[in-house]
Every structure is written in C-alpha cells, then in structure tokens.
C-alpha cells in the first residue's frame, strides 16, 4: 500500500463541471502539497495545507487531518485545466523530502 | 533567474556512458531537492541538500547515483554507467529553506533516455 493515494487515477470532465480529486495518507505529515504537472512535464505547486482550507481562484484545496485526506476542487472546469495533478506529504519523520500519490490525469473536454 | 533552471531538457545516451545532469536552482533558496519520475511512475525523491548540512542521500537507487552542490547553488546529478531503467525525467526542486512549511518550486526537468 503507498504510503500515498489519490482518486481517481483518471477523470475525464466537460468544461464547466465541478470537479473533485483526492488524497489519502497513510503517515504522520507536516504539510500536503497539490502540483499540477503539464504535458512537457513541468510542475506547479498549487497549494501547500497543514489545516483547513484554501482558496485560489477556481481552485480550492482542503485538509483533514484527523482523517489523514485532502481534496482538490476545481469549480467552472476549463480545458486549459488539463493536466496531472499530483498529491505530495511531508512526512514528519523524513525531514524535508515529498513522497508523492501517484497522480490523478485530469482531460476536460470542450 | 526567475525560476529553477535545469540542464539539458533532454539527453540521450548509450547503455554504459556517464551522464550529468545540472540544476540551477532560484537564488538565495537554501534547500535543494532532486526527484525522478520513471515513464508511468509517480515522482521519487533522491537527494535532499541544505545549506552547509551533509546531505540526505537516502533516496538514491545505487551508488552509480551521486551528486553534488557547489557553493550552496548549483548542483550535479551524475549518473555512471547509465542503465536502460535510469531512462526517466530528473527533476529539481528548490525552496527558501528546508523548513517544512516552505514552499518548493520545481524546475522542467531533464528527460534522460538510454538507449
């Protein structure tokens, strides 16, 4: 079992809807990330969270940390949205590094 | 620069050859990540450098893996006697501190393909 996990591994949307990806984590964290990854392979940090809820335009991104899982919102989809979406802790016991979930492909359709 | 700058954004080479592979990262960010993501695998750390400390090499996959940063900025991936199973995208990361609740910023990586 990964130490990380995310769902659903692919989501195919039309543009406009509403959509959700998660992370569950099975370790003690200090921060969870949420990346975007572009084809071409280039990352974006989205959201770092230790609590609660953050915004950033279409974007919203929630934490739980009793409940060890977080969620990545994406409302009004747009195709330019398309990308991976990547979910990273960082553990409290291994320093400064990221352990990653393994990515949830996003393709929003006109 | 602006951003984390990698070099090159694609090498190719042959079973056995030595590779190096360069990050660039935003100046003034102490903190200094290398990660791999295989085809149809998720990212993997490799190497952690912060500041003056002795890195953490926990993540390399075999001593044919090193690197170095020089002088707190740039720093080198070398891979020895490459193997088809090195073929990946190499990336790099760097953040203002090693704290935890600093943000990474990610260069474009490298693709590395052995053939």
């Known amino acids: 079992k990964n130490e990380v996990e995310q769902s659903p591994q692919n989501l195919t949307a039309q543009e406009g809807e509403f959509i959700t990806i998660n992370c569950s984590y099975s370790v003690g964290i200090s921060a969870l990330h949420w990346l975007q990854q572009h084809p071409g392979g280039g990352i974006v940090s989205l959201f770092m969270l230790s609590s609660g809820k953050k915004k950033h335009g279409r974007l919203i991104a929630t934490i739980n940390i009793q409940e060890k899982h977080s969620s990545l919102h994406i409302t009004a989809s747009h195709p330019r949205d398309s990308a991976v979406y990547i979910c990273?802790?960082?553990?409290?016991?291994?320093?400064?590094?990221?352990?990653f979930g393994e990515g949830t492909q996003l393709t929003v359709n006109p | 620069g602006a951003g984390v700058s990698q070099s090159p954004s694609n090498k190719v080479t042959e079973k056995g050859k030595d590779v190096e592979l360069r990050c660039d990262p935003i100046?003034?960010?102490?903190?200094l990540y290398w990660y791999r993501q295989s085809l149809g695998q998720g990212l993997e750390f490799l190497i952690y450098?912060?500041?003056?400390?002795?890195?953490?090499k926990s993540g390399l996959p075999s001593d044919r893996f090193s690197a170095e940063r020089t002088g707190g900025s740039v720093s080198t991936l070398t891979i020895q006697r490459t193997q088809q199973e090195d073929s990946a995208v190499y990336l790099c990361?760097?953040?203002?501190?090693?704290?935890?609740?600093?943000?990474?910023?990610f260069g474009q990586g490298t693709r590395l393909t052995v053939v």
């Open positions: 450098f912060q500041g003056n400390s002795a890195p953490d």
């Open positions: 990361a760097s953040s203002l501190t090693g704290r935890w609740n600093t943000e990474a910023f």
């Open positions: 100046s003034g960010h102490t903190a």
């Open positions: 990273a802790v960082r553990e409290k016991t291994s320093g400064s590094r990221l352990t």
